[in-house]
T-cell receptor, first 113, second 115 residues
Framework: DQQVKQNSPSLSVQEGRISILNCDYT??????FLWYKKYPAEGPTFLIS?????DKNEDGRFTVFLNKSAKHLSLHIVPSQPGDSAVYFC????????????FGQGTRLTINP | AAGVIQSPRHLIKEKRETATLKCYPI?????VYWYQQGPGQDPQFLIS???????DKGSIPDRFSAQQFSDYHSELNMSSLELGDSALYFC??????????????FGPGTRLTVL
């Protein structure tokens, strides 16, 4: 039972354009969401997070949007850069604090020059 | 800045052998998590420790055990290895400050290959 779903295994975007990665979840107890970026042979690198009390969090070129009623979140990267090419994982936990993360399957983002 | 350190980075074992993976969290981080990522899969939570006590347990086989030591480093012990144990094993650490957003920071992983 995949509680966190990333339905697009891959996404290709032109450099300079906006990249939008989507994530859906089924567990209504999740209230803390994170995005991680992963390069081959490296561990996931934390990008940005959002608590369920917010619907938007922005950090530089990265913005995460949360729609609790739809159980959907998205990561926007603008403008996209070649160095953004990586696998992006959406993750969720039930409450803030020392809680396990439940990951989606990942989306491989490729930024074309 | 110091990151999570995992050793070894690569490990090759035969079936039925044992393996020990080590994790050194970011300084002052008091919580350690272990995740297993199989080929083409998402990371799956195994077990976590807070202040040297097990805080949560996921899909960790009975053949595996783990502990966190007084210096907060953690070891994952794996016995009677099976072919299906071949995977990337990630350790992550965080600072449990109660009520605040705590991101988990991941190490580079240990790639275990069971032959």
């Amino acid at each position: 039972d995949q509680q966190v779903k990333q339905n697009s295994p891959s996404l290709s975007v032109q450099e300079g354009r906006i990249s939008i990665l989507n994530c859906d979840y089924t567990n209504s107890m999740f209230d803390y969401f994170l995005w991680y970026k992963k390069y081959p042979a490296e561990g996931p690198t934390f990008l940005i997070s959002i608590s369920s009390i917010k619907d938007k969090n922005e950090d530089g070129r990265f913005t995460v949007f949360l729609n609790k009623s739809a159980k959907h979140l998205s990561l926007h990267i603008v403008p996209s850069q070649p160095g953004d090419s990586a696998v992006y994982f959406c993750a969720a936990s039930e409450i803030q604090g020392a809680q396990k993360l439940v990951f989606g399957q990942g989306t491989r983002l490729t930024i074309n020059p | 800045a110091a990151g999570v350190i995992q050793s070894p980075r690569h490990l090759i074992k035969e079936k039925r052998e044992t393996a020990t993976l080590k994790c050194y969290p970011i300084p002052r981080h008091d919580t350690v998590y272990w995740y297993q990522q199989g080929p083409g899969q998402d990371p799956q939570f195994l077990i976590s420790f807070y202040e040297k006590m097990q805080s949560d347990k996921g899909s960790i086989p009975d053949r595996f055990s783990a502990q966190q030591f007084s210096d907060y480093h953690s070891e994952l012990n794996m016995s009677s290895l099976e072919l299906g144990d071949s995977a990337l094993y990630f350790c992550a650490s965080s600072l449990e400050t109660g009520g605040s957003l705590n991101e988990q920071f991941f190490g580079p992983g240990t790639r275990l290959t069971v032959l």
